[in-house]
T-cell receptor
Framework: GESVGLHLPTLSVQEGDNSIINCAYSNSASDYFIWYKQESGKGPQFIIDIRSNMDKRQGQRVTVLLNKTVKHLSLQIAATQPGDSAVYFC???????????FGTGTLLAVQP | NAGVTQTPKFRILKIGQSMTLQCTQD?????MYWYRQDPGMGLKLIYY???????DKGEVPNGYNVSRSTTEDFPLRLELAAPSQTSVYFCASSSSPRDRGIFGPGTRLTVL
């Protein structure tokens, strides 16, 4: 659910657990998706991307899943660490519009 | 490679003043974007450009103008600053609409 006062949904996990962050995208024509991590006071940093001809892509400790049928993305972080605490955003490229549009974002809070 | 640079880092404006936020990238990227991020919120696309001489509106263009006379530079202009424009502004660039966007460090603007 939504976090009071911060406007962003919050996911609280224990250190060492796996985290799953979800995102619903809006444009069925989007064919490229990105997950970004934003730490306090900094700009978004690229984590992982996926093209629409794939449904899963793995990186180091992170996996992105894409379900085009329901326009849903998820980011899985394995063995979550305190350094993973940040706001996570998904973004879509809007297909032919060339716009890079961001989702709402989720605050990940890792408890030691 | 400096990546994406933004100036100034901070600025306080009075209502009705004007200013230009500078954004420069040295990666020869054709695509450039301006976003605003209100406290505790996500990123909203203001304007974007797919190449020199070409600009288009994003989700929240009102009160802003842009130009793209060179590949490297994408300045954002506020003509009559309003308190509602208090925000953090991020510039980003990418080589294509199917490549990761690289973000600058942001400009924190306060309008009083």
């Amino acid at each position: 659910g939504e976090s009071v006062g911060l406007h962003l949904p919050t996911l609280s996990v224990q250190e060492g657990d796996n985290s799953i962050i979800n995102c619903a995208y809006s444009n069925s024509a989007s064919d490229y998706f990105i997950w970004y991590k934003q730490e306090s006071g900094k700009g978004p940093q690229f984590i992982i991307d996926i093209r629409s001809n794939m449904d899963k892509r793995q990186g180091q400790r992170v996996t992105v899943l894409l379900n085009k049928t329901v326009k849903h993305l998820s980011l899985q972080i394995a063995a979550t660490q305190p350094g993973d605490s940040a706001v996570y955003f998904c973004a879509e490229n809007g297909g032919a519009t060339n716009k890079l549009i961001f989702g709402t974002g989720t605050l990940l809070a890792v408890q030691p | 490679n400096a990546g994406v640079t933004q100036t100034p880092k901070f600025r306080i404006l009075k209502i009705g003043q004007s200013m230009t936020l500078q954004c420069t990238q040295d990666m020869n990227h054709n695509y450039m974007y301006w976003y605003r991020q209100d406290p505790g919120m996500g990123l909203k696309l203001i304007y974007y450009s797919v190449g020199a001489g070409i600009t288009d509106k994003g989700e929240v263009p009102n009160g802003y103008n842009v130009s793209r006379s060179t590949t490297e530079d994408f300045p954002l202009r506020l003509e009559l600053a309003a308190p509602s424009q208090t925000s953090v502004y991020f510039c980003a660039s990418s080589s294509s609409p199917r490549d990761r966007g690289i973000f600058g460090p942001g400009t924190r603007l306060t309008v009083l």
